[in-house]
């Protein structure tokens, strides 16, 4: 299940490390944002392995757009939820000047090649 939700990035918590019963070494960081609703919520998600680097440069107060999954589990008839982050968009700030490709005009296209034996390809 995918999802997305736009708010404003409130904290950006430290980064988490350990190792897993495999032996494997894992890391993850959480960051919550606040939405932008009628009435705002706060949400708590979580970046894992090379996902956090998803966060670098976005700064607490900027607005965000998460995009996310949702995943539940059972571990000992308790269940556990995890809101995951798999990307983060920085929406532009409404008096940002976008950058659009220059215009064209027909001066921008270059003039036909012939040869002498009414060839006009270039090869």
């Known amino acids: 299940m995918s999802m997305q939700v736009k708010g404003t990035l409130l904290q ?16 993850k ?12 919520k706060k949400v708590c998600f979580t970046l894992f392995g090379d996902k956090i680097s998803l966060i670098d440069g976005v700064n607490e107060g900027s607005e965000v757009e998460v995009y996310f999954s949702l995943e539940s589990r ?17 929406p532009e700030a409404p008096g940002a000047v976008k950058s659009y490709p220059p215009e064209f005009s027909a001066g921008d296209i270059p003039p036909e090649l ?10």
Not at 29 to 40: G, K, R, S
Not at 74 to 90: E, L, S
Not at 114 to 123: A, M
């Open 12 to 27: 950006i918590l430290k980064t988490e490390t350990g190792v897993s019963k495999a032996g494997k070494e894992w890391k």
């Open 29 to 40: 960081q959480d960051f919550v944002i606040e939405t932008n609703e009628q009435f705002p």
């Open 74 to 90: 059972d571990f000992n008839g308790k269940w556990y939820h995890n809101i995951n982050a798999w990307k983060i968009d920085r």
């Open 114 to 123: 012939s040869d002498d034996q009414g060839n006009d390809l270039p090869f």
